[in-house]
């Protein structure tokens, strides 16, 4: 049984900085896109970053220039360092893995990241 494990999220005031991290275990095969997603309460979730299996990133225009996303594949994690945080990045974020098998894809069960003063 597949399962994703999400940590690192919190309390943060505004311009600071926080690191997630998404750990996958069980059988996976073909892991192809790993990325982040987020969703705020009233919004519908949104994609927020995502990393290929050869290193190639893709970042909502939001976020650009302020959070880093990289991946071990050895470990099959992948991580979100979020930096120069907004209180409009207060989400709930959601890891997700998709394999290169069609329809394939595994979600994390997201953690709360709250930026106020």
């Known amino acids: 049984q597949v399962q994703l494990v999400e940590s690192g999220g919190g309390l943060v005031q505004p311009g600071g900085s926080l690191r997630l991290s998404c750990a996958a275990s069980?059988?996976?095969?073909?892991?192809?896109?790993m990325g982040w997603y987020r969703q705020a309460p009233g919004k519908e979730r949104e994609s927020v970053a995502v990393?290929?299996?050869?290193?190639?990133?893709n970042y909502a225009d939001s976020v650009k220039g302020r959070f880093t996303i990289s991946r071990d594949n050895a470990k099959n994690t992948v991580y979100l360092q979020m930096n120069s945080l907004k209180p409009e990045d207060t989400a709930v974020y959601y890891c997700?893995?998709?394999?290169?098998?069609?329809?394939?894809?595994?979600w994390g069960q997201g953690t709360q990241v709250t930026v106020s003063s």
């Open positions: 069980g059988s996976i095969f073909s892991i192809n896109f």
């Open positions: 990393i290929t299996s050869g290193g190639q990133t």
């Open positions: 997700n893995i998709k394999t290169r098998f069609e329809g394939v894809e595994y």
